[in-house]
């Protein structure tokens, strides 16, 4: 069973809103907390959103006010959503689910497969 399992990325215009969804399952669960990265052309990973198990949550300069990011967590699994606002043709890149997640560390040793969004009119 694949812990990560992202979904919802694609194509969307300027100013336009997206929705990407991120379930966690198996003992990747258990932790609770899970971080949003993402990673253009030519550029470095960086941090999107992060989630904590205690429910702190952390944006990326360069998203917040625009983006949001919750956590609904069931008996079988929990899913991590990240909704876009305002999108901007610099949103543009491949967007991954990883956990665990602690603030101000690096990123945990579970990814996802990633998924594509493109910002473009």
């Known amino acids: 069973q694949v812990p990560l399992v992202e979904s919802g990325g694609g194509l969307v215009q300027p100013g336009g809103s997206l929705r990407l969804s991120c379930v966690v399952s198996g003992n990747v669960r258990r932790a609770g907390s899970v971080a949003w990265y993402r990673q253009a052309p030519g550029k470095e990973r960086e941090l999107v959103a992060g989630?904590?198990?205690?429910?702190?949550?952390?944006?990326g300069d360069s998203v917040k006010g625009r983006f949001t990011v919750s956590r609904d967590i069931a008996e079988a699994a929990m899913t991590v959503e990240l909704q876009m606002n305002a999108r901007k043709t610099g949103d543009t890149a491949v967007y991954y689910c990883n956990a665990p997640y602690h603030i101000g560390y690096p990123a945990g040793g579970y990814w996802g497969q990633g998924t594509q969004v493109t910002v473009s009119s």
């Open positions: 989630i904590s198990a205690t429910n702190t949550v952390v944006y």
